[in-house]
T-cell receptor, first 116, second 111 residues
Framework: GAGVSQSPSNKVTEKGKDVELRCDPI?????LYWYRQSLGQGLEFLIY????????KSGLPSDRFSAERTGGSVSTLTIQRTQQEDSAVYLC??????????????FGPGTRLTVT | GEDVEQSLFLSVREGDSSVINCTYT??????LYWYKQEPGAGLQLLTY?????DMKQDQRLTVLLNKKDKHLSLRIADTQTGDSAIYFC???????????FGKGTHLIIQP
């Protein structure tokens, strides 16, 4: 079946602009995760959704970052007033269930964000 | 916070076994995972092990877990050029919301 898909695959934006990143999870997966991969910080967990709800947003790097999920499926990660330090690959993952058995997370190909 | 440590590089000859090691600090980790990342690609889930297991074998892959020492290893038998990639160890601690990853081990295959 289809895996996790993300769009766009690459995004170049000017500092100060807003960007929106999209994730389509595997059909039937109730849990959805956002991570960020950068050279300096490695792989960082940002936020997860169980259904449409994100219980804890404290992993988001700043209040310029927000995420939502609608219909228990597609999720968008929005970065407002982008800064150069936001440049990274943003990875989305999904799993059947959060925590415990079934929480094998399958990753999408990522969105490479470059802020100039 | 919790931490996962890995060596940055491992070089092996084609046909030999590769052993990639990982240590973690979270004693409440329930599942531990190995992911593979090839250049320009996303993360591919290779295998995982539940914390009450000592070993898991899947074709050329063997995972060993020493829970007392918080040490995880991934053995790749008969290493091939297609195994060249970055291998990430990850854990999900009890009560954690997301995976904590190591920095990744670059596996380099020598002909």
């Amino acid at each position: 079946g289809a895996g996790v898909s993300q769009s766009p695959s690459n995004k170049v934006t000017e500092k100060g602009k807003d960007v929106e990143l999209r994730c389509d999870p595997i059909s039937g997966h109730t849990a959805l995760y956002w991570y960020r991969q950068s050279l300096g910080q490695g792989l960082e967990f940002l936020i997860y959704f169980q259904g449409n709800s994100a219980p804890d947003k404290s992993g988001l790097p700043s209040d310029r970052f927000s995420a939502e999920r609608t219909g228990g499926s597609v999720s968008t990660l929005t970065i407002q007033r982008t800064q150069q330090e936001d440049s990274a690959v943003y990875l989305c993952a999904s799993s059947l269930a959060h925590g415990g058995r079934g929480d094998e997370q399958y990753f999408g190909p990522g969105t490479r964000l470059t802020v100039t | 916070g919790e931490d996962v440590e890995q060596s940055l590089f491992l070089s092996v000859r084609e046909g030999d076994s590769s052993v990639i090691n990982c240590t973690y600090t979270d004693s409440s980790s329930t599942y531990l995972y190995w992911y593979k990342q090839e250049p320009g690609a996303g993360l591919q889930l290779l295998t995982y092990i539940f914390s009450n297991m000592d070993m898991k074998q899947d074709q050329r892959l063997t995972v060993l877990l020493n829970k007392k020492d918080k040490h995880l290893s991934l053995r790749i038998a008969d290493t091939q050029t297609g195994d060249s990639a970055i291998y990430f160890c990850a854990e999900m601690g009890g009560g954690a919301d997301g995976l904590t990853f190591g920095k990744g081990t670059h596996l380099i295959i020598q002909p």
